[in-house]
Every structure is written in C-alpha cells, then in structure tokens.
C-alpha cells in the first residue's frame, strides 16, 4: 500500500513538473535596477527600454535606482535575487568591468554569479571643462596642472566609475597631479560641472553636447578611436598624443540561474527592440551605439572587457589597497 501511495505522488510530481516548467512568465512586474542615480546612461537605456518591454511582454518594467558603491550596490543586490526572472540590472562597466580590479574583495564574481542576457550598446566619454577655468585645450590643461599640482580638479560618477579611471589615466599619461572629486551619479555631476563647482570631467560626450554647443561647457578631446559626426570639431585623445580610448557599455543581466527560456525570450526580444529606428534615434541622444550580439557573444564580451581594463586600472594607480 505504502510502495502504490509512492508511485502515486510521484507520477503526480512527473505530470507537474511540465505545468511548471511552462509556467507563464513574467508573472508579475519586472524590475530593471539601475546603479546610479537618474541622468546618466545607464538610466536613460534603461527608461528607453523599459515601456518596450512592457508593450512586449504585457507586464510594467520598472526601472529602480540603486546608486552607492560605484555601481556595486546594486550588483549585491541582484545577485541575492530569485533566479525568477523578474528582477534584472542595467549593467555596465563600473560594477562588471572595473570593480573586479579595483576593489579585489567585492563579494560578486562577475561571470559566476550572474546571467548576461544582452548587449544595449557602448557611449564613449569626452573631457570637458568648466569656462571658468578658461582652459579651452588639453595643452593649456596640462601646463595649469603643472603649474598649479593638485589644485584642478575632476569630477566623475563615482569611485572606480569610467571617468575616475579615464581621469587617472589622463594624469599619469600627461603627468600631472589632478584632484578626483567623486560623485553618486552623473546626474548630480552634471549639475556641480554646470555650476563650476567642479572644474572638469571625463565624461559622455553626448550628453554634454547641448552643453557645449551653448558655451555652458568646454570640449576638449574625445575617447573613441574616431572623431564623433556630430562633434566633429572636437579631436580624439590620440590626435593630441594621449592613448585613451574608453567605453561604457550597456547591458542587460540577472542573478545566475535564470532559467534559459527566459533569457531566449528577453534577448530576442531587446534584439527587435533595439533595431527600431525609433530606439535608434533615441540611443544616438546619448551617443549610444548598438550592435546586434547573441547572449553568449555578450558573456564573451564582458569577459573580455575585465581582461581589457585590468592594465589600465593598474597603470592608473586606482586599485583599493585599503
């Protein structure tokens, strides 16, 4: 009797396993952190994305800031999530591409302990300074540094953000001293850099381009390999002597373990997204350019990417020793 009550339950438990398996998904709202405030890329992808994703899936996406840390909050916090695939980040280099070799204690392991869905394209920086310094080029910023060590300083999103790192890399390659002011975000950055509370920044030259186009912000030099179309006049840091070329990627990720079906659903879907020109358009406000990539080119990619900035963090002088 007991031995026929087992083979009962445990045909049962086989019928539901397929029930289950197919459970509908997503369940309920779905939410995107962020790990910086409102105003920088990350947020803006994410807010682009987001209504995309609720008209495809018929669920809200909810795009929730979680700033402190450098971007490592809320890489923590998702990797305690449920595996369930309602709670994703709007990754990005400073808490998958720079914290492994800045800070080698963190409590995450950028490969093992989450799902890398898909890639929503990479800004790259540019450095601009404030009219009041009056230092229009990278040559007068250079002789004012080292006439003045350590009295200009440079303002960036955060400690071990990309514009602390690019800002490092610049002084040692010019060899001057330089003071980094941190911030909690671009966004409140932004609004200290428009006041002149902050001299400079090695910051997204898109974002700043009304900006400077208005004369509120000087251009000096550009991190990608090329000249940017819609700043042409602005040359890259190769031209003036210096090899920086730096990138903010962003992306899509969750906690390890999501399940697979899932993931195939969410990259097809932001693939299609993404291809819109009306999404295009919107990305290019931010000098947001996106390529198509499947999900295991993107776990690639974000491999490659810690292998990439481990130097140039090193060289920059920027890991934690504390």
């Known amino acids: 009797m007991a031995r026929r009550r087992l083979l009962l339950l445990a045909s049962a438990a086989a019928l539901a396993r397929p029930a289950l398996a197919q459970a509908p998904w997503p369940q309920r709202a779905v939410r995107i952190l962020i790990s910086f405030p409102p105003g920088g890329s990350s947020d803006f992808v994410a807010r682009v994305v987001a209504p995309q994703l609720t008209e495809a899936f018929g669920q809200q996406f909810l795009v929730d800031n979680r700033p402190g840390a450098g971007g490592m909050l809320a890489a923590e916090l998702l990797k305690r999530e449920p595996a369930d695939g309602h709670t ?9 591409t720079i914290a492994p070799t800045m ?7 950028v490969m093992r302990d989450f799902t890398h869905v898909a890639y929503l394209g990479s800004t790259f920086g540019g450095f601009v300074t404030h009219p009041g310094l009056n230092l229009k080029t990278v040559p007068e910023v250079v002789a004012r540094a080292k006439a003045e060590p350590g009295r200009l300083t440079f303002g960036s999103s955060g400690i071990g953000s990309i ?20 911030y909690r ?27 400077i186009r208005n004369g509120a912000l000087n251009g000096l030099a550009v991190t990608a390999e090329g000249r940017n179309p819609l700043a042409p006049d602005i040359p890259t840091f190769r031209e003036l002597g210096y090899d920086i070329i730096v990138k903010n990627w962003h992306g899509l990720s969750g906690p390890a373990g999501v399940p697979a079906p899932i993931v ?5 879907a932001l693939a299609e997204i993404c291809a819109r020109p009306a999404v295009t358009e919107q990305f290019l406000r931010i000098g947001n350019f996106w390529e198509p990539m499947t999900t295991p080119a993107f776990n690639s990619f974000v491999a490659q990417e810690i292998v990439a900035w481990r130097p140039m963090i090193i060289a920059a002088d920027a890991v934690d020793k504390g």
């Open 88 to 96: 994703f980040l709007l990754s990005n280099n400073a808490p998958f």
């Open 185 to 211: 975000g671009a966004g409140p950055l932004r609004t200290d850099l428009a006041a002149g509370t902050v001299g400079m920044a090695f910051e997204g030259l898109i974002t700043n381009l009304p900006a």
């Open 163 to 182: 514009g602390h790192i690019t800002g490092n890399t610049f002084a040692r390659l010019a060899q001057v001293e330089l003071l980094h002011v941190p």
């Open 264 to 268: 195939a659903r969410l990259q097809q």
């Open 103 to 109: 800070f080698p204690r963190i409590s995450y392991d």
